[in-house]
């Protein structure tokens, strides 16, 4: 009769927890949304498709028309507008005291799909 063991095999706790994980589902956004987050303290941050429209502005001008919010990146600087910073290659900016007109009290983070506007910008209606 043969010693029929089967030799012990050794696997990482990644390996293990990947075969005995059930298969996460993850929801894809729309390849052309333009996707913004703004966080609690009020940085708005660009998603991959709106990160590609900005390009490499280095100003955004922030804007209200009625209920409506309206981000104009450009070249140039102004009075009123304020600069683009970068974050592992996608831009962001700072927008906590334009966004407490609209009601944003940084309670909880905001996921927002814009609509686009003119050739860098973005619109949408914050619903804090």
């Given amino acids: ?29 729309d390849a ?14 660009f998603g991959k498709t709106a990160a590609a429209r900005i390009g490499n502005l280095g100003f955004m001008t922030l804007a209200a028309d009625g209920k409506e ?13 304020v600069e683009i910073r970068r974050a592992g290659k996608r831009p962001y900016v700072s927008g906590a005291r334009f966004l407490k007109a609209f009601g944003f009290d940084g309670k909880k983070a905001l996921d927002i799909t814009a609509a686009p506007l003119n050739g860098t910008g973005f619109r949408f209606r914050l619903a804090a």
């Fill in 32 to 45: 052309g949304a333009l996707e913004i987050h703004i966080n609690k303290t009020g940085r708005i941050c």
């Fill in 69 to 81: 919010v309206k981000l104009i990146a450009s070249a140039k600087s102004s009075d009123d507008a």
């Fill in 1 to 29: 009769m043969k010693n029929t063991k089967k030799a012990a095999t050794t696997q990482t706790p990644k390996a293990i927890a990947k075969k005995t994980a059930p298969a996460a589902k993850t929801l894809k956004a």
